[in-house]
Nanobody, 117 residues
Framework: QVQLVESGGGLVQAGGSLRLSCVAS????????MGWYRQAPGQQRELVAT???????NYADPVKGRFTISRDKPQNTVYLQMDSLKVEDTAVYYC???????????WGQGTQVTVSS
């Protein structure tokens, strides 16, 4: 089992910044992909960004150039730096971890990000 604990959400004005953190613990696959997804009210959960254990990153088009994903491998922690936030970034943000070879996907409990105009 893998446990994921997110932190760093909150309320911010449009144009501001927030940094999310997610700490993984438990039986973490050596080769894995960690990432952030978000879900706004009434909408499906969508990809925000991912980063592999080798450091390869992937971003959804709406956040490219504004969000940066990074990870601290020894600490099993992934970060999401969110800059130039927009009202439409408002959502619950979920941390995710999956083995590079597929299988079970683990989720955190989610952290609320609210961007006001």
């Amino acid at each position: 089992q893998v446990q994921l604990v997110e932190s760093g959400g909150g309320l911010v004005q449009a144009g501001g910044s927030l940094r999310l953190s997610c700490v993984a613990s438990g039986s973490i696959p050596r080769f894995n992909v960690m990432g952030w997804y978000r879900q706004a009210p009434g909408q499906q959960r969508e990809l925000v960004a991912t980063i592999s254990s080798g450091g390869t990153t992937n971003y959804a088009d709406p956040v490219k150039g504004r969000f940066t994903i990074s990870r601290d491998k020894p600490q099993n922690t992934v970060y999401l730096q969110m800059d130039s936030l927009k009202v439409e970034d408002t959502a619950v943000y979920y941390c995710n971890l999956q083995s590079t070879f597929g299988g079970v996907r683990y989720w955190g409990q989610g952290t609320q990000v609210t961007v006001s105009s």
